[in-house]
């Protein structure tokens, strides 16, 4: 579904992609785990074109996407869920959500998936009118995820969604990232936990300053001894 | 005094005050969507009046067609420098975009000069606007509470846009956080167009206001109510609509009373807004309803 | 290249500057000035503006600091200058509405004293308006520096007593020459020259760069700051009343925002934070200032007569100011500097590939 070749990256006078290439396939979950400025964030917000690339290609289904606007981007169905949530507190839940539909017309079924997105986190629903910058972490994350959800997005990239939350939390998003890829979703997740993310995940790629040093599947790369020491912290 | 005076004083502090807020309020948005001190705001207000003259005096138009088409021609230029001269430096640092920005208001101002030349000219009144009501014994031009009547509505106008709406919320979206707003397909672009539209319109009606009320026009007459008017949206708290109102009042009606109460200071009234800044940046610098801005890295 | 040879090369210039000054000013052994005095003028206009730029270009170039005073500056080091320097008849003249304030009414003292109180005056005004504003950041700081400078120059047409108000003030002695204003720009050169290359100009970099690490890395960056600030007022003050001695008349009007815009705009074309760029923009803007003076001058070609645009060469100073912002933001010289080895290896570099 998503291809990446070659692909690097110039911020200011630093390379922080150094030719990555990936794959995502349809209804697959991929992660990326890797350490702080190996270049996970960068390479999810180039290809949503935050980032624009020094050269490579990004082909998602067919069309690609290296120099296109952000929003032709997402109206192509890719959709990111940014670090650190990213809600807009002073819009209350219910805009964001709308928000996250802001290029669909289709004004019906953007009611549906509101109420769908409501029954993934009936704390959304419970909030609706409450400004975004008064719930709590994990509200935030919902709200984020759901906001993502609304553009209907055909691969929903994350960047560390356990971020600052508590442990006990943290299981309830990766349970929800099961769920929506249950449903049929593409996923692309950025991960610091590095365990949680891999044991989820369909395909796994280990990143480290900028180039793609590992890849296999997510249990392989469990069982992969590097990965064990580097990134789970096993001796 | 008596209190006749006052009530006349301050019913032309209020009159002022709607004036200043009118025109803080382009101000304020555009700061709060891209963080610049948009120095030619000020001048778009000259340029409306003079487009108004002209349209009278030149084309015979009947004035409140003069004003309409003053307000739309001032729109388009509004937007026309935001496209020219302040979104290539989209990525630029902040201050280079401000020296952008002084250019541009000095651009206006000399071509002001070039094209309208320097003497001042004499504003059309209609007679509605200078007939004197006496409410009481106070006496009161029409344009007095006018003023405050049009600001009162665009306000009202402007909330509806901002919270009851697609782009007024996308507006308060790009506001907060740029790169979020592009993950929700909102096109930027277009949502800061449309915000220097909305502000130099407000800028267009408030300088057709300004030559109403000061019907002496000239390249320059846009510079220091541009100065105030953005003094009263930083006291107010920067970023935020009611803030600018209040700015605006507050600057208005404190100005006002100032002469009206020492005389022999009439002399400081310009510098009263920039002592009131000052103030107000040492004091309480996110302004009197401001919240806290964290500066963007 | 070794240092002596730098050394040596910066004498001779210094001394064929002197030359060619004491020419231009007096003749030198017989040989008339080359130059008349309307030139002279503008090689004092251009002196003058290179020490103004380069005391803008400090704080707003090489601190990060963006201020908008700097005609508020100049005001003060003008008015001191003209007060200390008239004589009592002069003053007497002036203060026709209300008389001057003692003891102004009675003192006069020499030029350079004159000059050294309005650069000390104007610093200290600087020292007094940096410590509340200079906490402030980026077009904060643009906004109140300007207002300052508005309020300077409202109390200035106000303080009818000590400035004669909005009248302004004539027949201020004509003191300033070459030697003055080359002295004024060769001092403020080498003052920021050897300022930069000191640890203070390290640290005014370090803070322009990123504050909160210039802080971090034991940089008192307020300090720094002011200090910045209060040279550049000092310069500013200086430079406002060579100019004031040279122009020979001023009033509050002069020292509105376009003055300091014009100053801006030889920092900004010169590229913020190179002294050699403020130095060769200063030269070009007071030039074309004088150049494009025909613009606003009415014309006659035959039979067809042009009437004068006054106006027209601000527009073009606009115009100048947005192109290089737009398209070329680091001006003529970004951060780079003038030196001996860069001309004289870029010259054996040329010779080498002929």
């Known amino acids: 579904m998503l291809e990446i070749k070659d692909l690097h990256v110039h911020y200011g006078g630093i390379h922080a992609l150094k030719g990555i290439s990936l794959t995502v396939p349809e209804g697959k979950i991929v992660t990326l785990i890797g350490a702080n400025g190996a270049g996970k964030s960068t390479t999810l917000r180039a290809i949503c074109g935050l980032v624009k690339p020094t050269s490579g290609s990004i082909v998602f289904c067919g069309e690609n996407l290296v120099g296109e606007k952000t929003t032709t981007i997402i109206k192509k169905g890719i959709t990111m869920v940014p670090e650190g949530r990213r809600v807009f507190p002073d819009l209350t839940v219910h805009e964001n959500l709308i928000l996250g539909a802001y290029a669909r017309q289709d004004h019906q079924a953007i009611e549906e998936d509101i109420k769908q997105v409501n029954t993934l986190f009936p704390r959304l629903l419970e909030r609706r009118d409450q400004l975004a910058g008064t719930l709590s972490g994990g509200e935030q994350q919902m709200l984020a995820v759901g906001r993502a959800l609304m553009s209907r997005p055909r691969l929903l990239m994350m960047d560390e969604p356990s971020l600052g939350l508590a442990p006990v939390l943290v299981q309830d998003i990766f349970q929800i990232i099961r769920r929506i ?28 300053t900028g180039s793609v040093a590992l890849a296999g599947t997510g249990k392989d790369l469990l069982a992969d001894d590097r990965v064990r020491k580097v990134y789970l912290g096993e001796s | 005094m008596t209190a006749t005076e006052f009530l006349q004083h301050l019913a032309n502090g209020v009159s002022l005050g709607s004036l200043y807020a009118l025109i803080a309020i382009g101000y304020t948005m555009v700061y709060g969507i891209i963080r610049l001190v948009n120095f030619a705001h000020g001048d778009l207000l000259m340029v409306a ?164 009320k000061f019907p002496q026009i000239n390249p320059l007459m846009g510079a220091m109510p541009g100065l105030k008017c953005f003094i009263a949206a930083v006291v107010g708290g920067i970023g935020n609509i009611g803030g600018a109102v209040v700015g605006g009042f507050v600057l208005g009606v404190g100005e006002i009373l100032l002469v009206a109460f020492f005389p022999e200071l009439a002399g400081y009234r310009d510098a009263f807004a920039f002592i009131l800044l000052i103030l107000t940046l040492l004091i309480r610098p996110t302004g009197l309803l401001g919240e806290r801005v964290a500066e963007k890295v | 290249m070794t240092r002596k040879n730098n050394y040596l090369y910066t004498l001779m210039a210094v001394a064929a500057l002197a030359v060619v000054v004491a020419w231009a000013q007096t003749g030198l052994f017989g040989l008339l000035s080359p130059w008349d005095a309307y030139t002279v003028r503008i090689m004092n206009l251009c002196a003058i503006n290179i020490g103004l730029g380069l005391a803008l270009n ?116 004509v003191y300033t020459n070459l030697w003055w204003t080359t002295a004024y720009a060769g001092l403020t050169v080498l003052l920021m020259v050897r300022l930069i290359k000191s640890s203070y100009g390290r640290a005014l970099k370090a803070i322009r760069e990123d504050e909160i690490a210039a802080q971090a890395m034991g940089i008192d960056v307020f300090y720094h700051k002011m200090l910045a600030f209060v040279l550049a007022a000092f310069i500013a003050g200086v430079g406002g009343g060579l100019q004031a001695s040279l122009i020979g008349s001023i009033d509050p009007a002069m020292y509105k925002l376009p003055l300091t815009f014009q100053i801006l705009l030889m920092v900004v074309l010169g590229g913020m934070g190179s002294i050699t760029g403020t130095v060769i923009a200063a030269t070009i803007v007071t030039a074309l200032m004088e150049i494009l003076r025909f613009v606003e001058s009415p014309l006659t070609l035959g039979a067809i007569h042009l009437p004068g645009i006054p106006g027209m060469r601000m527009v073009v100073f606009s115009l100048l100011l947005i192109v290089v912002t737009l398209f070329y933001s680091h001006g003529l010289m970004g951060d780079k500097e003038f030196s001996w080895d860069l001309l004289f290896s870029r010259r054996t570099k040329q010779g080498v590939t002929q």
Do not use: C
Not at chain 2, 85 to 94: E, G, Q, S, T, V
Not at chain 3, 104 to 119: E, H, T, V
Not at chain 3, 137 to 152: H, M, N, Q, S, V
């Open chain 2, 49 to 212: 009046a003079y487009i108004a003259f002209y349209g009278i005096l030149l084309f015979s138009l009947p004035w409140p067609l003069a004003f309409i088409v003053a307000v739309v021609l001032t729109t388009l230029i509004g937007v026309t420098i935001e496209r020219v001269a302040y979104r290539p430096l989209r990525d630029a640092p902040r201050i280079t975009v401000l020296i952008s920005a002084i250019g541009v208001s000095f651009l206006l101002e000399n071509l002001g000069l070039v094209v309208f030349g320097g003497r001042s000219k004499a504003f059309y009144v209609p007679p509605f606007f200078a007939a004197i009501n006496h409410i009481g014994e106070t006496a009161v031009p029409n344009l007095v509470w006018f003023i405050p009547l049009v600001t009162v509505a665009l306000l009202l106008i402007l909330m509806h846009l901002l919270y009851r709406t697609r782009i007024g919320m996308a507006m308060r979206a790009v506001a907060r956080d740029l790169d979020t707003a592009r993950l929700m397909a909102i096109d930027v672009d277009q949502v800061i167009s449309f915000t220097f539209m909305v502000g130099s319109s407000l800028a267009a009606i408030g300088g057709l206001m300004w030559g109403l």
């Open chain 1, 181 to 208: 890829n249950n449903d049929g979703m593409t996923i692309l997740l950025i991960e610091q936990n590095a365990k949680a993310a891999l044991e989820l995940a369909d395909y796994g790629y280990v990143l480290e």
């Open chain 3, 58 to 173: 400090l704080v707003n170039g090489f601190t990060g600091q963006f201020s908008l005073g700097h005609a508020g500056f100049m005001a003060i080091g003008a008015y001191t200058v003209a007060l200390l320097a008239m004589s009592p008849a002069v003053k007497q003249m002036n203060f026709f509405m209300v008389p001057l304030i003692a003891p102004f009414d009675k003192i006069q003292i020499s030029f350079w004293a004159g000059i050294l109180w309005g650069g000390l005056l104007s610093a200290f005004f600087g020292f007094l308006i940096g410590a509340p504003v200079l906490r402030l950041r980026g077009d904060y700081l643009a906004i109140a520096t300007l207002g300052f400078a508005e309020i300077i120059r409202v109390v200035i047409i106000n303080v009818k007593g000590l400035t004669n108000g909005a009248l302004g003030l004539k027949g201020i002695p």
